[in-house]
């Protein structure tokens, strides 16, 4: 930690950010609690996640040189691994982080 960085900056800016995502969290449910929920806000809670994979996928495969067998035979392996994960758990997290160990394993130990 850079010495001009004081310890009550750090709680300060910490307590921000907690306080920041706690209330964006919570915001839906104290604003519609006695309400139906719209149905704009229904179709962003059905696309949202489904989009949100999408540009996942599209960030991890952009940067990839496709000439390269070893950089893009991992990639396709723990892409294709977080599908299988998925369709067999139908767990996001467990894909996710199954693809990530599986994609760790083949570029530190075989794909070298």
């Known amino acids: 930690m850079p010495a001009n960085i004081s310890t009550k900056y750090l709680i300060i800016g910490s307590a921000v950010i907690i306080l920041t995502s706690a209330t964006l969290r919570f915001l839906p449910f104290l604003l519609f609690r006695n309400r139906d929920i719209p149905r704009w806000v229904e179709r962003i809670g059905k696309w949202l996640p489904p989009a949100m994979m999408a ?3 599209v960030y991890c495969y952009r940067d990839i040189d496709y000439t390269n067998l070893n950089e893009v035979l991992p990639a396709i392996i723990a ?3 977080v599908v299988g994960l998925h369709l067999w758990k139908r767990q996001a997290l467990l894909s996710i982080f199954g ?3 599986i994609y760790m394993v083949l ?3 075989i794909f070298i």
């Open 55 to 57: 540009l996942l996928v």
């Open 79 to 81: 892409g294709l691994s």
């Open 99 to 101: 693809g990530t160990l």
């Open 107 to 109: 570029i530190q130990l």
